[in-house]
């Protein structure tokens, strides 16, 4: 099947932007080569544009937003109230897009993310495909302590539960079909790469090599890669309290043992003072108990931010000119 044939989709590329001022003016013409490309090739409609997103910046990357699209009919903005974090950001794009194009293409405004992989995602697209992921190919620009611990991040994932496609982050192809439905999702506690192979659909993936940043620095540093691997296992899996439940059963096994041990040995009379393996008894428990406490605790609050229901999103500026909703 080739959807092109009958109908050129109109593409939006979908770009969270926070404090990146030194950035911007520089992707800026990487982003617009490839959409005019896509165009002159007939890959895509002439109504195709590049929607930034805002993510409450405190530098003046609204500004630049604002005057990019000032000069530029091809470029759009919408600004969120305030931070709210790169996944929620994106959310708002999508959710915004999906009223306006067939197809949209996530990415880092960074220039990290290879554009001319655009152009294999629309065709995979144009087969039949309703999501296509980039994946990242080589890992060799990251550094060693990067690549280790993205790596780390992934099996980590796998193995507490929670599916996503190995290296692929969070540049992808989805139509506003599956968007349709992916909106459906109401969850607050958001973890897209993990969401998306939920929603279903045709999909296929697409490798890229990913670049090195072009300026500015990165907002991912370790701390905020361990709270989104958290985010990531607790939002799609519970695999942490089974693991809990199976820990307790074979640690009372084992207590069972300990209690029929002590019991025959206090009956033959060999009980001694016992000190130092009553403490060692005590102290490994108290803390197994508080681990799990711990990790129970993760989902006591993630379904306590559930229940709120709070907004994921609050736009609260667009460029001028942005175009009205359709359907
Ligand atoms: N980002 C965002 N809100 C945030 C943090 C990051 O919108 O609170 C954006 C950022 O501008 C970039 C993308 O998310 O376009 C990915 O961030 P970054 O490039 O810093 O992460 P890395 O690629 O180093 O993992
Ligand atoms: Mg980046």
Same mark, same amino acid.
């Given at each position: 099947? *080739?959807?092109?044939?009958?109908?050129?989709?109109?593409?939006?590329?979908v770009i969270p932007c926070y404090n990146e001022e030194a950035v911007?003016?520089? #992707?800026?013409?990487? $982003? +617009?080569?490839?959409?005019? +490309? =896509?165009? @002159?090739?007939?890959?895509?409609?002439? *109504?195709?544009?590049?929607?930034?997103v805002d993510d409450g910046s405190r530098d003046r990357t609204w500004? %630049?937003?604002?005057? %990019?699209?000032?000069?530029? #009919?091809?470029?759009?903005?919408?600004?969120?109230?305030?931070?709210?974090?790169?996944? @929620?950001? =994106?959310?708002?794009g999508l959710m915004e897009a999906k009223y306006h194009c067939d197809i949209t293409i996530s990415m880092d405004c960074d220039g990290q993310d290879d554009v001319e992989a655009? !152009?294999? %995602? /629309? *065709?995979?697209?144009?087969?039949? @495909? !309703?999501? /296509?992921?980039? /994946?990242?190919?080589?890992?060799?620009?990251? #550094? $060693? $302590?990067?690549?280790?611990?993205?790596?780390?991040?992934?099996?980590?994932?796998?193995?507490m539960g929670a599916e996503v496609v190995y290296n692929h982050a969070d540049y992808r192809l989805m139509s506003s079909r599956c968007l349709k439905e992916m909106a459906d999702y109401q969850e607050v506690n958001l973890f897209l790469r993990g969401l998306v192979p939920l929603v279903g659909f045709p999909s296929t993936t697409v490798e890229y090599a990913r670049k090195?940043?072009?300026?500015g620095t990165t907002h991912y540093p370790l701390k905020k890669m361990i709270a989104l691997a958290m985010d990531g296992i607790t939002s799609l899996s519970i695999r942490p309290l089974r693991l809990i439940t199976g820990l307790g059963f074979i640690l009372a096994v084992f207590s069972l043992l300990g209690v029929i041990w002590a019991f025959v040995e206090a009956v033959r009379? @060999? #009980?001694? *003072?016992g000190w130092a393996s009553t403490m060692c008894v005590v102290c490994l428990m108290s803390g197994i108990q508080l681990l799990c406490l711990g990790v129970i605790g993760e989902y006591v609050g993630k379904i306590y931010m559930e229940t709120k229901r709070r907004p994921r999103y609050?736009?609260?500026d667009k460029t001028p000119g942005f175009p009205e909703r359709g359907q």
């Open positions: 099947m *080739d959807r092109i044939k009958n109908r050129k989709p109109i593409l939006y590329l911007l003016p520089v #992707t800026k013409d990487l $982003f +617009l080569g490839e959409l005019e +490309l =896509l165009v @002159n090739k007939g890959k895509i409609h002439e *109504d195709s544009r590049i929607l930034y500004e %630049m937003i604002c005057q %990019m699209a000032d000069e530029e #009919t091809r470029i759009l903005g919408i600004r969120q109230s305030r931070n709210r974090g790169h996944q @929620n950001a =994106l959310l708002a655009a !152009e294999k %995602m /629309v *065709d995979a697209w144009a087969q039949g @495909n !309703e999501v /296509v992921y980039g /994946v990242r190919s080589s890992r060799e620009v990251d #550094t $060693f $302590f990067k690549r280790i611990t993205a790596q780390g991040f992934y099996r980590f994932l796998s193995l090195e940043r072009m300026a009379g @060999n #009980t001694v *003072d609050i736009i609260c």
